[in-house]
């Protein structure tokens, strides 16, 4: 009841950027978290930024001061600007979304996009 789609990825030389997307749509209450994962050829998934409902942000090390997660609530998007895009960033790039999915309950569901690709050249 919940479907979570990526945009946005490409291909783009190193010191170039990007700005993916996130949309979330389907029959929910609301959008607590969203996270944008990151997964790299021959290694495991990884969280890049997390957003709260209220905005909150968190990076990983190793994108802070390039990356920012932001999102929009009207439109149940989320984004990441990526700036100073380096080859080390090449990866499928994943959305979660932590959704109330009943308006009777608190708990949430978790749900997955299927991932945009993002490639880095040299």
């Known amino acids: 009841q919940v479907q979570v789609v990526e945009s946005g990825g490409g291909l783009v030389q190193a010191g170039g950027s990007l700005r993916l997307s996130c949309a979330a749509s389907?029959?929910?209450?609301?959008?607590?978290?969203m996270a944008w994962y990151r997964q790299a050829p021959g290694k495991q998934r990884e969280l890049v930024a997390l957003i709260t409902s209220g905005g909150s942000t968190n990076y990983a090390d190793s994108v802070k001061g390039r990356f920012t997660i932001s999102r929009d609530n009207a439109k149940n998007t989320m984004y990441l600007q990526m700036n100073s895009l380096t080859p080390e960033d090449t990866a499928v790039y994943f959305c979660?979304?932590?959704?109330?999915?009943?308006?009777?309950?608190?708990?949430?569901?978790?749900?997955w996009g299927q991932g945009t690709r993002v490639t880095v050249s040299s």
């Open positions: 979660n979304c932590d959704v109330r999915v009943r308006g009777w309950s608190f708990a949430t569901s978790t749900y």
């Open positions: 389907g029959s929910f209450v609301s959008i607590n978290a």
